[in-house]
């Protein structure tokens, strides 16, 4: 069974940082895409926004333009850890966090995803 655990999220001043982490479990890591995304206050039908994910084998990226240069996405794979280091955060950056693991992203769309329960990140202006 595949488990997500989120850990790290918490209240923030605009302009501090906080390390996310995503603890993977029941699959094997090195075939999965992982990936964050977020769901702001007051949004729940709305659909969740594509943060960043990394490919758990051969490293490469992906940000969305509004964390890029800000955030920044790391796997260990000897810990089955995805982290999301994120700098400078701003107001707009206050979410719920949900960690998400595919063996198949076309485009930025997790195919037959797995999520975690989420992690709240506030950011106080």
């Not at 940082?17 to 964050?36: H, K, Q, T």
């Not at 107001?91 to 037959?112: K, N, W």
Request: hydrophobic share 35%; charged share 15%; with cysteine.
């Amino acid at each position: 069974e595949v488990q997500l655990v989120e850990s790290g999220g918490g209240l923030v001043q605009a302009g501090g940082s906080l390390r996310l982490s995503c603890a993977a479990s029941g699959f094997i890591f090195d075939d999965y895409v992982i990936g964050w995304f977020r769901q702001a206050p007051g949004a729940p039908g709305k659909e969740r926004e594509g943060v960043s994910c990394i490919s758990s084998s051969g490293g490469s990226t992906f940000y969305s333009d509004s964390v890029k240069g800000r955030f920044t996405i790391s796997s260990d794979n000897a810990k089955n850890t995805v982290y999301l280091q994120m700098n400078s955060l701003k107001s707009e950056d206050t979410a719920v966090y949900y960690c998400v693991a595919a063996t198949t992203v076309v485009g930025q769309r997790f195919l037959s995803p797995s999520w975690g329960r989420g992690t709240q990140v506030t950011v106080s202006s």
